[in-house]
């Protein structure tokens, strides 16, 4: 007989199995196992009735949540609960957060184990953490889970009842959330105070002194002995000078004239100054900071900081990656200053440990600081570790370590000369001792150069001294709107704020990626026009719901809930059922909001309305309408824009002329993704789309003639056959340019670019084949697996790995399995691979008889298995609103 330990991925449940006896199995659930339902084709029969059955929440009765199996994970828990038969004794060691909890509730509730059932938690996978915790396994934290179970039911509260409102009054697809709502509006008010935002001019004087063969910079600081002004002088959000500011804002005429003035004359340093400065390390890494730098660093987005991060912890390099604290342990203290004595020397030691405190909002001190795994940290380089597994690494261990080194010492030197009635002042600063730089500089890669970088030598200079002026120059600057918000800064102002939780921040800004909130432009969070109108319904009719002081009270509230000091059920009952509650306000809207005004943008200082369609925004006016591009962002929708879109509507013919075979207009059009033509209209009743076809790559609509437009709507374009394959060979438009398409049928499909001198319309089958000839490592074709990682035992056929738009993928024949976040390219075995594939619905028919059979089988076995969970639901739906009512 055997201990039966289950965890979430197969990667942790392979490193976790080295450290524990040989009669220990190790399972994994492959995340969560039950959950609310995603779709109302996934509620059971007996619900479907109910009224509040699309929330997937009770709010009749106790707010009992309504639990499903999902259609994925069935299997899974069949083979968990088989390999329950055999054990003495359950251990339950999903991750030690809110989420892992849940997750161990979860299985207990489904398993209903018959043998002892034991909670095991870490915060490292290493030989000693394992067997320690081992020793010191709990019961499930209840309190814990109810805190959990109310923060899903509040966000399926919010965001179930909020999106119809937004389906109806807006457009479809769009979605509401808690914390999602708000982060969307901080980049709307970023995007407001961008427009909002006057640029202003001012000037200043810089000059390349030398003394004894030395250069060194100087700038205007004084004229008349009245400070000139700087960008400093300047309101950031809306660019004028700031109130009660004495000083001299020098224009373009004064400061060329006061250039001539002073060529030639003497300059007299008046006055020197050295200022003794000591930098202190920062703390080591939460989820926070280590998104924050590793967006800065590495330039990776927090999605996948979060996904690598997982799958270091889950091989048991860094501890968890899920944390608010920065308190290193003894171990892990004593483990950094030995990294600090055997790589850079005891001077560079911190002459005492370090601690921090964490000073987030809501923090909790429950967990360790991301740090290096174990009791002494591998070297990068000793981890066997490659790309950005790597890369993230070694951000940890550089920052793990630089928190117990020494001070860096600087002295800031400034350096005050006079000439005429300028003052002008140089600055500089010498890096006396570099302590903690050597290791790490924040939002450097390289703390070697930043450590030079960071150095201004200026020459040594006494009172009195008289440099030679080397060039002078006038230079103009214009103050600069606020800078939008990064992946990192907006991490950073959620946390300050106390809004939601770091270890949210990830999927959030996915989201808000996803649903077309935002668009990364270079590393800048854009908010689009859609969530200027979302922002602004919101802000009028649910204010508490995108107000960050309100939602950051949530979350202390939800906190208080975890330790026992406020009941949850009276607070889900004020928010939803109460006499303002949502619900309530919910309906009320339905009522009272507008939809055309709730489509309409708000844009200070333009004369035209701006709506949002069903196919983006656009710009509304008495003579007609124009689509207003997707990258063309709301900050930048200045008047002159807007006539440039408008002239170049109203300068394209309604109609090129009609097709000569079907007699049909063909019309030239201009959409939220570029030019295209179309054939025919569209018609009613009918949802069959008139075709379309969009312009070659810089072409302009009003270069298009009838004759180009019959050619582009005749694409796909065919060309033949190829003569070796017998596959056919078409041309045609893609969203990522022309294209050939060589389809060998049941061989599969092979997509070619056409190169920059290829032209779609009259590229030639000789052509194509040349291009078809070409080696595939140097044109994009055919996908190539990251890892091929064996033949599947029905068929033979490989089970590869490959990368695709939305991450790395298994694939099998036609059937595609997403890679479970934690789990690594090489790291995945044939046997994970398989039963992912099989979750998928991936079995091989052999047979028609025997596919039939199977099919038969299957469908019987699902059906058991969803009355077996009905059956569970209902029971669970009890239990949990007798044990709610009961707390």
Same mark, same amino acid.
């Given at each position: 007989?055997?201990?039966?330990?289950?965890?979430?991925?197969?990667?942790?449940?392979?490193?976790?199995?080295?450290?524990?006896?040989?009669?220990?199995?190790?399972?994994?659930?492959?995340?969560?196992?039950?959950?609310?339902?995603?779709?109302?084709?996934?509620?059971?029969?007996?619900?479907?009735?109910?009224?509040?059955?699309?929330?997937?929440?009770?709010?009749?009765?106790?707010?009992?949540?309504?639990?499903?199996?999902?259609?994925?994970?069935?299997?899974?828990?069949?083979?968990?609960?088989?390999?329950?038969?055999?054990?003495?004794?359950?251990?339950?060691?999903?991750?030690?957060?809110?989420?892992?909890?849940?997750?161990?509730?979860?299985?207990?509730?489904?398993?209903?184990?018959?043998?002892?059932?034991?909670?095991?938690?870490?915060?490292?996978?290493?030989?000693?953490?394992?067997?320690?915790?081992?020793?010191?396994?709990?019961?499930?934290?209840?309190?814990?889970?109810?805190?959990?179970?109310?923060?899903?039911?509040?966000?399926?509260?919010?965001?179930?009842?909020?999106?119809?409102?937004?389906?109806?009054?807006?457009?479809?697809?769009?979605?509401?959330?808690?914390?999602?709502?708000?982060?969307?509006?901080?980049?709307?008010?970023?995007?407001?105070?961008?427009?909002?935002?006057?640029?202003?001019?001012?000037?200043?004087?810089?000059?390349?002194?030398?003394?004894?063969?030395?250069?060194?910079?100087?700038?205007?600081?004084?004229?008349?002995?009245?400070?000139?002004?700087?960008?400093?002088?300047?309101?950031?959000?809306?660019?004028?000078?700031?109130?009660?500011?004495?000083?001299?804002?020098?224009?373009?005429?004064?400061?060329?004239?006061?250039?001539?003035?002073?060529?030639?004359?003497?300059?007299?340093?008046?006055?020197?100054?050295?200022?003794?400065?000591?930098?202190?390390?920062?703390?080591?890494?939460?989820?926070?900071?280590?998104?924050?730098?590793?967006?800065?660093?590495?330039?990776?987005?927090?999605?996948?900081?979060?996904?690598?991060?997982?799958?270091?912890?889950?091989?048991?390099?860094?501890?968890?990656?899920?944390?608010?604290?920065?308190?290193?342990?003894?171990?892990?203290?004593?483990?950094?200053?030995?990294?600090?004595?055997?790589?850079?020397?005891?001077?560079?030691?911190?002459?005492?440990?370090?601690?921090?405190?964490?000073?987030?909002?809501?923090?909790?001190?429950?967990?360790?600081?991301?740090?290096?795994?174990?009791?002494?940290?591998?070297?990068?380089?000793?981890?066997?570790?490659?790309?950005?597994?790597?890369?993230?690494?070694?951000?940890?261990?550089?920052?793990?370590?630089?928190?117990?080194?020494?001070?860096?010492?600087?002295?800031?030197?400034?350096?005050?000369?006079?000439?005429?009635?300028?003052?002008?002042?140089?600055?500089?600063?010498?890096?006396?001792?570099?302590?903690?730089?050597?290791?790490?500089?924040?939002?450097?890669?390289?703390?070697?150069?930043?450590?030079?970088?960071?150095?201004?030598?200026?020459?040594?200079?006494?009172?009195?001294?008289?440099?030679?002026?080397?060039?002078?120059?006038?230079?103009?600057?214009?103050?600069?709107?606020?800078?939008?918000?990064?992946?990192?800064?907006?991490?950073?102002?959620?946390?300050?704020?106390?809004?939601?939780?770091?270890?949210?921040?990830?999927?959030?800004?996915?989201?808000?990626?996803?649903?077309?909130?935002?668009?990364?432009?270079?590393?800048?969070?854009?908010?689009?026009?859609?969530?200027?109108?979302?922002?602004?319904?919101?802000?009028?009719?649910?204010?508490?719901?995108?107000?960050?002081?309100?939602?950051?009270?949530?979350?202390?509230?939800?906190?208080?809930?975890?330790?026992?000091?406020?009941?949850?059920?009276?607070?889900?009952?004020?928010?939803?059922?109460?006499?303002?509650?949502?619900?309530?306000?919910?309906?009320?809207?339905?009522?009272?909001?507008?939809?055309?005004?709730?489509?309409?943008?708000?844009?200070?200082?333009?004369?035209?309305?701006?709506?949002?369609?069903?196919?983006?925004?656009?710009?509304?006016?008495?003579?007609?309408?124009?689509?207003?591009?997707?990258?063309?962002?709301?900050?930048?929708?200045?008047?002159?824009?807007?006539?440039?879109?408008?002239?170049?509507?109203?300068?394209?013919?309604?109609?090129?002329?009609?097709?000569?075979?079907?007699?049909?207009?063909?019309?030239?059009?201009?959409?939220?993704?570029?030019?295209?033509?179309?054939?025919?209209?569209?018609?009613?009743?009918?949802?069959?789309?008139?075709?379309?076809?969009?312009?070659?790559?810089?072409?302009?609509?009003?270069?298009?003639?009838?004759?180009?437009?019959?050619?582009?709507?005749?694409?796909?374009?065919?060309?033949?056959?190829?003569?070796?394959?017998?596959?056919?060979?078409?041309?045609?438009?893609?969203?990522?340019?022309?294209?050939?398409?060589?389809?060998?049928?049941?061989?599969?499909?092979?997509?070619?670019?056409?190169?920059?001198?290829?032209?779609?319309?009259?590229?030639?089958?000789?052509?194509?084949?040349?291009?078809?000839?070409?080696?595939?490592?140097?044109?994009?074709?055919?996908?190539?697996?990251?890892?091929?990682?064996?033949?599947?035992?029905?068929?033979?056929?490989?089970?590869?790995?490959?990368?695709?738009?939305?991450?790395?993928?298994?694939?099998?024949?036609?059937?595609?399995?997403?890679?479970?976040?934690?789990?690594?390219?090489?790291?995945?075995?044939?046997?994970?691979?398989?039963?992912?594939?099989?979750?998928?619905?991936?079995?091989?028919?052999? +047979?028609? @008889? /025997? #596919? %039939? &059979? $199977?099919? !038969? =089988?299957? *469908?019987? +076995?699902? @059906? /058991? #298995? %969803? &009355? $077996?969970? !009905? =059956?569970? *639901?209902? +029971?669970?739906? /009890?239990?949990? &609103? $007798?044990?709610? =009512?009961?707390?």
């Amino acid at each position: 007989m055997s201990t039966l330990v289950i965890v979430e991925s197969p990667t942790k449940a392979r490193t976790i199995s080295k450290f524990l006896p040989s009669s220990y199995v190790v399972k994994a659930s492959m995340g969560h196992v039950r959950d609310l339902p995603p779709s109302a084709e996934e509620i059971p029969p007996e619900y479907k009735s109910q009224k509040w059955a699309n929330l997937g929440i009770n709010v009749e009765s106790g707010f009992a949540p309504l639990y499903i199996i999902p259609k994925d994970k069935r299997k899974i828990v069949q083979e968990l609960k088989t390999a329950l038969k055999g054990a003495t004794e359950l251990i339950l060691a999903t991750d030690e957060d809110r989420e892992g909890e849940s997750i161990s509730w979860h299985l207990l509730q489904l398993l209903n184990p018959k043998v002892p059932t034991k909670r095991m938690v870490f915060h490292e996978i290493t030989k000693e953490a394992i067997q320690k915790a081992l020793k010191n396994c709990r019961e499930i934290d209840e309190q814990i889970v109810h805190a959990q179970e109310t923060r899903r039911i509040l966000d399926r509260l919010v965001g179930y009842t909020l999106s119809p409102l937004l389906w109806r009054k807006i457009a479809g697809g769009l979605s509401a959330g808690r914390v999602q709502s708000v982060a969307v509006r901080l980049l709307v008010m970023k995007e407001r105070q961008r427009r909002a935002f006057k640029s202003a001019q001012y000037w200043d004087l810089k000059a390349l002194l030398a003394h004894n063969k030395a250069e060194f910079d100087s700038k205007l600081v004084t004229v008349d002995g009245v400070k000139v002004a700087t960008g400093a002088d300047f309101d950031p959000n809306t660019g004028n000078l700031l109130a009660g500011k004495k000083v001299k804002v020098l224009n373009g005429i004064e400061a060329r004239a006061l250039t001539e003035n002073l060529k030639g004359k003497t300059w007299t340093v008046k006055g020197l100054e050295e200022k003794p400065v000591t930098r202190k390390p920062s703390p080591p890494f939460t989820t926070s900071t280590l998104q924050q730098e590793s967006n800065r660093k590495l330039r990776l987005s927090a999605r996948e900081t979060m996904r690598v991060a997982q799958s270091l912890y889950e091989q048991g390099y860094i501890t968890y990656m899920r944390t608010d604290s920065v308190h290193l342990s003894a171990q892990a203290i004593d483990a950094a200053r030995s990294c600090v004595l055997e790589k850079y020397g005891q001077e560079y030691l911190s002459p005492q440990p370090r601690q921090y405190t964490t000073k987030a909002k809501g923090a909790q001190e429950a967990h360790e600081a991301i740090r290096p795994a174990g009791s002494s940290f591998r070297t990068p380089r000793e981890t066997g570790l490659a790309a950005k597994e790597l890369q993230l690494y070694d951000l940890v261990w550089k920052r793990t370590v630089a928190s117990q080194m020494a001070d860096a010492r600087q002295t800031q030197l400034s350096v005050d000369l006079q000439v005429e009635n300028a003052g002008f002042r140089s600055s500089g600063k010498r890096i006396d001792f570099a302590g903690y730089l050597r290791a790490y500089v924040e939002g450097s890669d390289d703390p070697h150069a930043a450590i030079e970088d960071q150095e201004i030598i200026l020459p040594q200079l006494v009172k009195g001294d008289r440099p030679d002026c080397k060039k002078l120059d006038a230079i103009d600057h214009e103050t600069q709107p606020p800078a939008r918000y990064t992946e990192a800064s907006l991490v950073k102002m959620l946390e300050s704020e106390g809004i939601g939780r770091p270890s949210t921040y990830a999927s959030i800004i996915g989201t808000i990626i996803d649903r077309g909130y935002a668009q990364l432009q270079s590393n800048a969070l854009v908010p689009s026009f859609t969530a200027f109108a979302v922002t602004a319904l919101l802000e009028k009719n649910f204010p508490d719901l995108v107000d960050p002081s309100f939602t950051a009270r949530m979350e202390q509230t939800l906190d208080d809930i975890s330790t026992g000091t406020t009941q949850w059920l009276p607070y889900l009952e004020k928010f939803y059922l109460g006499e303002k509650g949502l619900e309530n306000l919910v309906n009320q809207g339905f009522t009272d909001i507008d939809a055309t005004l709730a489509r309409t943008i708000d844009l200070d200082n333009l004369d035209v309305k701006v709506r949002i369609g069903k196919f983006g925004a656009f710009i509304e006016t008495e003579s007609g309408n124009a689509s207003i591009p997707k990258d063309l962002t709301p900050a930048d929708l200045a008047p002159e824009t807007i006539e440039m879109l408008l002239r170049q509507k109203s300068s394209t013919p309604d109609t090129l002329g009609n097709h000569p075979e079907t007699g049909e207009p063909i019309y030239p059009k201009l959409g939220p993704f570029g030019p295209y033509v179309q054939l025919g209209d569209k018609e009613e009743d009918s949802k069959k789309k008139p075709k379309q076809s969009s312009l070659p790559k810089g072409m302009k609509l009003e270069d298009v003639t009838l004759e180009i437009a019959i050619e582009l709507l005749k694409l796909p374009r065919s060309l033949g056959v190829h003569p070796e394959t017998g596959g056919k060979l078409q041309t045609n438009l893609g969203r990522f340019g022309p294209y050939i398409l060589h389809d060998r049928g049941k061989e599969g499909k092979e997509y070619r670019s056409l190169k920059a001198t290829d032209d779609v319309l009259t590229v030639t089958i000789e052509r194509a084949l040349a291009i078809l000839a070409e080696p595939k490592s140097t044109r994009g074709g055919k996908k190539e697996p990251l890892r091929t990682i064996g033949n599947h035992p029905d068929d033979n056929e490989p089970v590869a790995i490959f990368s695709g738009p939305y991450g790395k993928y298994i694939k099998h024949g036609k059937i595609n399995a997403g890679i479970p976040e934690g789990e690594t390219v090489e790291g995945i075995s044939l046997e994970t691979a398989l039963s992912l594939l099989v979750a998928k619905g991936g079995t091989v028919k052999k +047979t028609t @008889t /025997k #596919a %039939k &059979t $199977t099919e !038969t =089988k299957a *469908k019987t +076995t699902a @059906t /058991k #298995a %969803k &009355t $077996t969970a !009905t =059956k569970a *639901k209902t +029971t669970t739906a /009890k239990k949990t &609103t $007798t044990a709610k =009512k009961a707390s």
